[in-house]
């Protein structure tokens, strides 16, 4: 028995965290060898429904700055009435732009860098993943409010990580 339809925006290989594998996944990305559900920009996904849930772990920061609006205004749309969505970013609050190691990821050690910019060794080979934008918790829960979204609560975790979970 499934707690609702989940849309898992920015998909990446990704599995769901386990706080949301109850619901019955669909997949959306922009890169098509993801294999998603959904072959589709953040930005505008097209008519695909309404879901009860959205994860985007990791996905807003590659976007540009007035695209984030843009995609956060589309979590809104897709939602149903009372859903919610959760959305991991980097937290870029105090992060200096050295290359003093940060915290060990199963990708290998992060700097400041790293954070402000995108994993730098992977970036020759993987350009999309970039970081064109930062938030720090006022700038991220900020956000999700300008959107549309009737609540927002942001809170900082471990290893330079947001979560801010949104309801319609």
């Known amino acids: 028995m499934t707690k609702g339809k989940l849309l898992h925006v920015g998909c ?15 997949r959306l990305d922009i890169d098509d060898t993801h294999k998603p ?23 807003l920061e590659h976007l540009l700055p007035h695209d984030v609006a843009k995609a956060l205004t589309e979590f809104v749309r897709v939602l149903k009435p009372g859903g919610f969505s959760v959305i991991f970013v980097p937290d870029l609050e105090g992060v200096k732009a050295t290359e003093e190691p940060l915290f060990e990821a199963p990708c290998g050690t992060i700097t400041g860098l790293d954070l402000l910019y995108g994993l730098r060794s992977l970036l020759h080979v993987m350009p999309y993943m970039a970081h064109r934008t930062g938030f720090i918790a006022k700038t991220l829960e900020q956000a999700v409010l300008n959107a549309g979204f009737t609540k927002a609560v942001t809170t900082r975790l471990p290893n ?6 949104g309801v319609k």
């Open 12 to 26: 990446g290989g990704d599995p769901l965290p386990y706080f949301l594998q109850d619901y019955a996944e669909t």
């Open 37 to 59: 559900d959904i072959l589709a920009s953040m930005t505008d996904m097209g008519d695909i429904g309404e879901f009860d849930a959205i994860l985007c772990s990791h996905s």
């Open 160 to 165: 330079y990580n947001l979560m801010c979970v």
